[in-house]
């Protein structure tokens, strides 16, 4: 009876399925809601009755949330509590593809773009808005470390400028050739392997070279047989520690690679191919390598036995001997006779500069000119000479004019100032470069006598010498640079005000602005690799060149005939060194032609 009696009163009341009940005088009715009792699980009905199913559901969401906005919020809390494994899962059976990068591909991402981790993490800030998620970094480092099983870490002695042994972290490859082998396999499989219509087809040319930067140094494989031999996804480190890279540190660190090296270059093939090894990095670290005392001595070259005095001579006037080229075996033959003459540093000079055995055997043609570095260098020498004859003329020109900003004699001041600068910098860094030689020298001294079990007074009196010169030079370069520091802090007070450098020089720094060039605030004014390539373009030369004529042209043209001499001169200069970098600043053959030509 009372199952009638509902029934009745739940169809005379049933609107949409609800039925509303009053159950006092107070509060809101209650609202009972009619239910269909499945048979059979969603999984197991068919489409149109788990489009049924979900309509019901979503009236029953609508009327307990307050409708469809409340009802779409329940469903989003819903999916928040769900792990991020569940929700992947439930977009993945609705036929929705998550946007989310595994580690491995995050990690691509970041090796593909050269990315740092700070960027990276940016990166993924910024993918976040646009709804595409990457994996933690923790997981990304952990996804590195397997991916590198290779690398082990060891503490290894390295020596301070004072002398003393440190004990420093080192990261490296110990196997170079399972390295090489599994590369090369990794590229044939890619279809990567290029051969640049230079190599030959039976050879596999490897590049090994070093580089000291941001307190530490790297050491580092590429093979040149790919379309960008250059590129860094194309390097391998090898070797990297925290310490400079001195004689004794790279003999420590990358001394264990001579042998596996000279086996891979005689005796190593790699599906029939032969390996042939090239040296790279820049002058003071082939100089290093190959035992020379570095590139400030009477033999600086590292291909021939060039004195330095002779470089100034045309090639033609030069001797037979300066002309003699290097090879492993002088190399070899210098050493013996430096050391059977008791290995003093003082002399050098007559055993070629060469005073230790090469570290990485790798023949003397095969060392990699650093062009970079030599581009670098010649253009900030030739801006500099550049820029002393500008100042010069200005000197000149205030002597004629009386309206030079600040004064003639406040700009002469300035000049003088400028000139007890150079002179007191120049003379810092010779003493710095001798008290550095000087270190070497002491270090191999005492490895050279270790090695020997070389022991007694004459080692500790040799010592002793050494250590006392080192001192000297120290502080005569600890000297010079303070008393540089005081003439470049009496430059700024005397020439805060900016337009105080001269007519003809100030017009030089818009020029290089307007040219995008710029030279680095902290790093002496020197510039970096596009910006000398863009300074020995052709419009800069001559804008350059032509800068001082102008301003004396207007100013006092009875200096033309000193400005136009300087004019012609750089002009010349700067469009010669721009068409030799052409010949050799490039990725493309050389050709013996070229060479004649750029000489």
Not at 122 to 138: I, Y
Not at 175 to 199: C, E, N, T
């Amino acid at each position: 009876m009372a199952e009638d009696v509902t029934g009745h009163m739940v169809e005379a009341k049933d609107v949409d399925g609800k039925v509303e009940v009053k159950t006092g005088s107070r509060g809101k009715p209650k609202t009972y809601m009619r239910t269909t009792v499945a048979m059979k699980t969603a999984s197991d009905v068919c489409s149109k009755t788990l489009t049924r199913q979900s309509s019901e559901l979503s009236e029953k969401a609508n009327t307990v949330c307050g409708g469809a906005e409340g009802a779409r919020t329940q469903q989003v809390a819903g999916l928040e509590r769900l792990s991020r494994a569940e929700q992947e899962k439930l977009l993945e059976e609705a036929g929705i593809k998550a946007k989310t990068a595994a580690a491995g591909m995050a990690l691509a991402i970041k090796a593909d773009l050269n990315l740092p981790w700070q960027q990276l993490r940016k990166l993924r800030r910024w993918l976040k808005l646009c709804g595409v998620r990457l994996e933690s970094e923790n997981s990304i480092r952990r996804t590195l470390r397997f991916s590198l099983p290779e690398y082990t870490s060891q503490s290894i002695p390295l020596t301070e400028k004072n002398g003393d042994v440190i004990m420093v972290p080192c990261v490296c490859l110990p196997d170079l050739a399972a390295i090489v082998y599994r590369y090369l396999d990794m590229l044939d499989s890619q279809g990567l392997l290029v051969w640049h219509g230079v190599i030959p087809e039976d050879e596999v040319w490897l590049k090994l070279g070093g580089d000291h930067g941001g307190g530490s140094f790297k050491f580092c494989l590429q093979i040149a047989n790919v379309a960008r031999p250059n590129s860094l996804t194309n390097t391998i480190p090898l070797v990297v520690f925290n310490g400079k890279d001195t004689p004794a540190n790279l003999e420590t660190a990358i001394g264990t690679y001579r042998q596996q090296v000279r086996d891979l270059t005689t005796t190593g093939t790699w599906h029939s191919k032969k390996f042939r090894a090239f040296l790279f990095g820049d002058y003071e670290f082939q100089t290093v390598s190959y035992g020379l005392s570095g590139s400030s001595g009477v033999h600086p070259c590292l291909h021939c036995h060039c004195t330095k005095k002779a470089m100034d001579l045309p090639a033609a006037e030069r001797s037979s001997s300066d002309k003699e080229p290097r090879s492993l075996q002088t190399l070899d033959d210098e050493y013996k006779k430096f050391t059977a003459a008791g290995s003093r540093i003082a002399n050098a000079k007559q055993y070629r500069n060469v005073i230790r055995s090469p570290i990485i055997e790798i023949p003397v043609e095969n060392a990699i000119m650093p062009a970079l570095h030599l581009d670098l260098g010649i253009y900030a020498w030739l801006f500099e000479a550049f820029l002393r004859d500008v100042r010069a003329l200005d000197l000149m020109l205030v002597g004629h004019t009386p309206n030079v900003p600040g004064g003639n004699a406040q700009y002469i001041q300035l000049a003088a100032l400028h000139a007890d600068h150079l002179q007191c910098s120049s003379g810092a860094k010779d003493a710095a470069m001798k008290a550095s030689t000087l270190q070497d020298h002491l270090q191999f001294v005492a490895l050279h006598a270790h090695e020997q079990g070389v022991v007694g007074s004459n080692l500790e009196a040799t010592c002793n010498a050494i250590q006392a010169e080192w001192r000297k030079a120290q502080d005569n370069a600890v000297r010079l640079t303070a008393e540089a520091d005081k003439i470049h802090a009496a430059i700024q007070t005397v020439g805060k005000d900016k337009e105080l450098c001269g007519p003809c020089e100030a017009t030089i720094e818009p020029i290089l602005q307007s040219h995008h060039i710029q030279r680095q605030a902290y790093h002496g004014g020197a510039f970096i690799g596009n910006h000398v390539h863009r300074a020995l373009a052709p419009p800069v030369i001559s804008a350059l060149t032509m800068s001082a004529t102008s301003v004396v042209e207007q100013q006092c043209p009875s200096l033309l005939p000193d400005a136009r001499l300087i004019q012609t001169r750089y002009a010349k200069l700067m469009t010669g060194y721009s068409k030799c970098t052409a010949g050799f600043s490039h990725c493309r053959q050389v050709s013996s032609d070229t060479i004649r030509t750029n000489h």
